[in-house]
């Protein structure tokens, strides 16, 4: 499965959405998640993502780990996103800044 890392909280551009065939992601108030279950691995969301925010879980970063099980638990209960839609205003000013986790908000 793949999953989305740190990078894409508050910077969240939803390119990735257009491209998954199976349509499985989730949108929280300033980030999105892969439904670990309804991924297919097919990895054309990766290189779509402006942030490089995505990752094939065995290539997860050892510091994000904890986004595997943060995906799986968040697409339980966000809801379905298939269309693109603007960035936050202030996307550029969060692109690689560390410690986003305690930002996300639910
Ligand atoms: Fe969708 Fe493919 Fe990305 Fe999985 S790897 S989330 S199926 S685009
Ligand atoms: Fe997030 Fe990148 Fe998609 S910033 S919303 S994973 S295109």
Known sequence: TFVVGENCIKCKHTDCVEVCPVDCFYEGPNFLVIHP?????????????????????DEVPADQEAFIELNAELAETWPNITEKKDPPEDHEEWDGVEGKLKLLER
């Open 37 to 57: 279950d309804e991924c297919i691995d097919c990895a054309l969301c990766e290189p779509e993502c402006p942030v490089d925010a995505i990752f094939s879980e």
